[in-house]
């Protein structure tokens, strides 16, 4: 069975602009989650998708967005890219909703640097 | 408000010695708690969980750790390292609500010595 994909794997964009990241969850899982790593801030959750509802948000601004799709592949938008928003970008899928009860596989992430 | 502290930004050990990363949670409830590990150029991998019951709870890989709610400490061990643990280690803290955030510490870089 496939991993986790996303795409682009590597993302150089500069301030003011926006950018759209996708990802594949396995096959067969429901839920999406978002994380941003930065060596700054660490690991830090964006967003968590299951049937195309968000059900749980982290603590960013709104230029930060996403949507699940009905296949379960999900995407997220940033808008006015700023210098620190420059981070890898992970997505990560799990058959059911919940993080607690259900084991998350995650992508090798898409690297995004602003410039 | 729930938060994971990991002692030590990098540990080195021989190959083959104890692996010891430390993590310390705090929480208002007794939280979940979790490892993950990232490989380089890589994304995580989860290691092991504790959601609820037995205390110490084994992993993927020889990895283990134990819940000790009076310390309030989550510690990842592992008997004899291997070349193939280099990696970073991550501990993580969730709170039992289905609004709850995970919350992830600031790493652990695990370095192995031939």
């Known amino acids: 069975k496939a991993g986790v994909t996303q795409t682009p794997r590597y993302l150089i964009k500069t301030r003011g602009q926006q950018v759209t990241l996708s990802c594949s969850p396995i096959?067969?899982?429901?839920?999406v989650s978002w994380y941003q790593q930065t060596p700054g801030q660490g690991l830090q959750f964006l967003f968590e998708?299951?049937?195309?509802?968000?059900?749980n948000k982290g603590n960013f601004p709104g230029r930060f967005s996403g949507r699940q799709f009905s296949n379960s592949r999900s995407e997220m938008n940033v808008s006015t890219l700023e210098l620190g928003d420059s981070a890898l970008y992970l997505c990560?899928?799990?058959?059911?909703?919940?993080?607690?009860?259900?084991?998350?596989?995650f992508g090798p992430g898409t690297r995004l640097t602003v410039l | 408000a729930q938060s994971v502290t990991q002692l030590g930004s990098h540990v080195s050990v021989s190959e083959g010695a104890l692996v010891l990363l430390r993590c310390n949670y705090s929480?208002?409830?007794?939280?979940?708690l979790f490892w993950y590990v990232q490989y380089p150029n890589q994304g995580l991998q989860l290691l092991l969980k504790?959601?609820?019951?037995?205390?110490l709870v084994k992993g993927i890989n020889g990895f283990e750790a134990e819940f000790k709610k009076s310390e309030t400490s989550f510690h990842l061990t592992k008997p004899s390292a291997h070349m193939s643990d280099a990696a970073e280690y991550f501990c993580?803290?969730?709170?039992?609500?289905?609004?709850?955030?995970?919350?992830f510490g600031s790493g652990t870089r695990l370095s192995i010595r031939p």
């Open positions: 096959s067969g899982h429901r839920s």
């Open positions: 929480s208002s409830v007794p939280p979940y």
């Open positions: 990560a899928s799990s058959l059911e909703v919940s993080q607690l009860t259900d084991t998350q596989y």
């Open positions: 993580a803290v969730m709170g039992y609500s289905s609004a709850s955030k995970i919350i």
């Open positions: 504790y959601t609820t019951g037995a205390t």
């Open positions: 998708y299951f049937s195309e509802t968000q059900r």
